[in-house]
């Protein structure tokens, strides 16, 4: 049977230990779990305990990795996966602990997809094509996508844009009349306002001659 040979404070965060099972290193726990799982120097430990007792600290890290990211700022489903891979944790221990955030709601994409698009549209207006972009680069689902922008049509884009676009214009002043319109027109389009938005806003903003 295996045996918990030394229990070691580590060096680089005194609130955890280094678990030596047989004489190696096999897994960490913090000061919490290792009173819960009442370890001690001596212990033995069977194959199927100590697979359990891995498990079970390894979705523990998971998680709190996910509360201080989450502590920071807002993030995708996605964007949390990625960054508990790049931590070495598991596929089978991150699908655990993002199900079990996703049933009590602490992750969920379409709350994130919501608040993203308003503070997108407070902070740095941009079309409908620029934020589907955007969410989707950040890994939300593509339906959860199109529901959330349902709303973001012409009557949305048009205001954002002549905002935007009014904006621009005092950066433009010095330019020709075609070079302006043509900058201006470029801008918005990298803004992602659809075409039909951008030639009605340019026509408010510089009207032909």
């Known amino acids: 049977m295996p045996v918990i040979t030394e229990i070691r404070e580590q060096v680089r965060d005194k609130r955890r230990r280094s678990i030596f099972v ?3 290193y096999t897994f960490s726990v913090s000061e919490e779990e290792l009173f819960e799982h009442r370890l001690a120097e001596g ?3 069977s194959p199927e305990r100590l697979e359990a007792l891995i498990a079970a600290t390894d979705l523990r890290r998971a998680k709190d990795a996910v509360y201080r990211l ?9 964007e949390l996966r990625a960054k508990l891979r790049g931590k070495g944790i598991a596929v089978e221990i991150i699908e655990r602990a993002l199900g079990d955030f996703r049933s009590t709601g602490v ?3 379409r709350q994130y997809a919501e608040s993203f698009v308003r503070d997108r549209m407070a ?3 941009a079309g409908r094509k620029r934020l589907q972009w955007e969410l989707r680069a950040k890994g939300v689902d593509r339906q959860v996508v199109e529901e959330t922008l349902a709303d973001v049509g012409e009557e949305t884009e048009i205001p954002l844009a002549l905002d935007v676009a009014q904006r621009r ?5 010095g330019e020709e ?8 027109a470029l801008f918005l ?12 806003v340019l026509d408010k903003v510089l009207p032909p001659e």
């Open 70 to 78: 989450l502590s920071l700022r807002a993030y995708s489903e996605a």
């Open 107 to 109: 992750v969920d994409d």
């Open 123 to 125: 902070l740095r207006p």
């Open 177 to 184: 009349p075609e070079a302006r319109r043509r900058k201006l």
């Open 189 to 200: 389009q990298r803004r992602g306002f659809a075409y039909e938005t951008i030639n009605k």
């Open 22 to 24: 047989d004489g190696v």
């Open 43 to 45: 212990d033995e430990v």
């Open 169 to 173: 214009c005092e950066r433009l002043r």
